[in-house]
């Protein structure tokens, strides 16, 4: 697949995943509101991760899960000491 291909089916599912954070305001679902929105939000970054920082191979994936389980033992000590 091209690159053009790519960065437009990335553009789209930008696009689309926005209107999904709009549509989702106008809706009232309580709590589940801002899961949904967080959720959104998480395919959006990995969206953006996948096609603008090119973390596809293998090497990369590794160093994304270990700074990503790194983040959670730093957030986990933090709510250990409170």
Known sequence: MSELRKLTFGYL??????????????????????ALNLAIAAAKAIL????????????????VAAAGLWLVILFGLTLIGR
Do not use: C, D, E
Request: no cysteine; proline share 3%; charged share 5%.
């Open 13 to 34: 599912g930008l696009l689309a995943l926005l209107a999904l954070t709009v549509g989702s305001s106008f809706v009232a679902l309580g709590g589940f509101n801002v």
């Open 48 to 63: 953006i991760a996948m096609l603008f920082m090119h973390l596809t191979g293998t090497l990369p994936r590794l160093a």
